[in-house]
């Protein structure tokens, strides 16, 4: 069974930057599969962020493009998100998500989640 447990987070001034991390623990459901961040805003609803596959692929929201940047490793199962020129609209619960179709995480239904963590940005 797949598990994603996630760290980083936390507070941070607009313009700064903050790192989230999220290790898949378990045995994926095949060689290729994406892990992607996704995050919901206070009185919103949960929205993609970012997604990146064993080959290197990697998607984006237009509202976080060119300024996060996913990167995996796959040697040890782990996603990192750096955010940076964070912005207060960045706040929200992000979390990590696995799957080995994209759409399905891009329609927000993957097969794992993760527990969430918080990130608030001041002003």
């Known amino acids: 069974q797949v598990r994603l447990v996630e760290s980083g987070g936390g507070s941070v001034q607009a313009g700064g930057s903050l790192r989230l991390s999220c290790q898949l623990k378990?045995?994926?459901?095949?060689?290729?599969?994406?892990l992607a961040w996704l995050r919901q805003a206070p009185g919103k609803e949960r929205e993609f962020v970012s997604a990146?596959?064993?080959?290197?692929?990697?998607r984006y929201s237009d509202s976080v493009k060119g300024r996060f940047t996913i990167s995996r490793d796959d040697s040890k199962n782990i996603v990192t998100l750096q955010m940076d020129s964070l912005a207060p609209e960045d706040t929200g619960k992000y979390y990590c998500?696995?799957?080995?179709?994209?759409?399905?995480?891009?329609?927000?239904?993957?097969?794992?989640w993760g527990q969430g963590t918080e990130v608030t940005v001041t002003t």
């Open positions: 998500a696995a799957d080995t179709w994209i759409a399905a995480i891009q329609a927000l239904s993957p097969l794992a």
């Open positions: 378990g045995s994926p459901w095949s060689p290729s599969f994406w």
């Open positions: 990146i596959e064993t080959d290197g692929d990697t």
